[in-house]
């Protein structure tokens, strides 16, 4: 079997172990009642799998939950490397996929900054304790007792499920980790923001980078989509390596 080709047939049972049957877990706050929503997808079985199609098994949402009908994800370099396992032990199935963008399905009781039809995305986290100083700081990335990615993650704060990511037609996230989106947008162009836009954004507005500042990026797999429609907007210099642009082409 190839990595990367698509291959077998899709299977006839969920292979995702659902939250209603998951570990028990002290600090999982109590299961909403009712069945799990089965979500078609796409992700691997293995290191050697490829992506293949799959059906996961999504959470009743609960309170805070967010239940969100998938339009679009982005591909991320990350999703090749993860389900490869190339950084290290994977969880399998892997479904990959954290340039997430749809519409709200429905949403959970406490829920009252969405309604089903707004347009949201979600990036790279799903969770984090919410409680110590990095997450008060609204730093949840850098969570002291761990933040929780989209995918291939045990989520303590809901089970201990494997998180499973955006290659599937919807997921639940709580209110917390959901973004809204402007209706504006184009949504499949505004998926690759949620992780390639947002890393190569937050760089330049640390470091303050003003109008003709030449910069650089070396991360032509994750940040080049979303560079190379920065231009115009900034209208600031850029410059890749690999590959060198002509000087002609630079703007
Ligand atoms: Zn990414
Ligand atoms: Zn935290």
Redesign the pocket.
Known sequence: MTPGRPVPPPLGKPLVVSDETAEASPAAPVAAKGMPTLAAAYGATSAESGLVPLTVARRVPKEDDVEIEIDFCGL?H?DVHATRGEWGAQSYPLVPG??IVGRVRRVGSAVDDFVPGDLVGVG?LVDSCRECDSCLEGLEQYCERGNVGTYGVKDSWNGGAITQGGYSTSVVVDRRFVLRVPEGLDPAAAAPLL??GITTYSPLRYFDVEEGTWWASSDLA?SATWRSRSRRPWGRRWWSSPPRMPRSRRQ
């Open positions: 991320c990350s954290h340039e790279c992780c390639a994750d």
